[in-house]
């Protein structure tokens, strides 16, 4: 009886896990900025951008690191929809005006980026609540629109550089994209 009440609510727990349907890239990254993000918590996020950052290595908690991404989904725009970023000057531009929607990735198998060249990803990952804190591009510290600083319990290393907050994807994916 007691194995027939596992099945039960195992089934029920697939059911109900799979109602929810994939989150596109550029909303979730819209709502985090806005701070409603947590309605999207434990969903799959999928989506594409660019990776202007190049390659980050993280530390996991055995010691060892691993690539991380972060990529760049588009731009908020006054009144209007946000805009693909796609050039570097372009996510210059962004990053001075404090408009910048990014998503940070962390998974096993991310790929390493390409030096100096921006390139365009696909990408998956689950957001379980985590942030990580991104530094802006030191083209883009002469800025004199306000920065919303890192994310909350986290401080940078070091002394220069602006900061600010970015929610990161976990069990993330990533796959070059021609275009």
Not at 82 to 100: G, H, I, N, S, Y
């Amino acid at each position: 009886m007691t194995r027939i009440a596992c099945v039960l609510a195992g089934v029920v727990a697939l059911v109900a896990s799979g109602s929810r349907p994939d989150v596109d890239g550029l909303p979730f990254a819209l709502a985090f900025r806005g701070g409603a993000a947590d309605q999207y918590r434990n969903q799959q996020v999928r989506g594409s951008g660019v990776n202007f950052h190049g390659a980050i290595m993280e530390r996991i908690a055995d010691g060892t690191t691993r690539p991380s991404l972060v990529i760049t989904v588009g731009t908020v725009r006054e009144s209007a929809p946000p805009a693909l970023v796609k050039t570097w000057d372009e996510f210059v531009a962004a990053e001075r005006a404090r408009t910048t929607l990014v998503l940070a990735l962390s998974g096993a198998n991310l790929p390493v980026p390409a030096a100096g060249t921006p390139q365009t990803y696909g990408f998956s990952g689950v957001y379980d609540g985590q942030v990580r804190t991104i530094m802006r591009v030191p083209a883009a510290e002469d800025s004199t629109t306000p920065d919303n600083g890192p994310c909350k319990g986290e401080q940078p290393r070091g002394s220069g550089g602006s900061f600010y907050c970015a929610p990161l994807l976990v069990s993330a994916t990533a796959e070059l994209v021609n275009r």
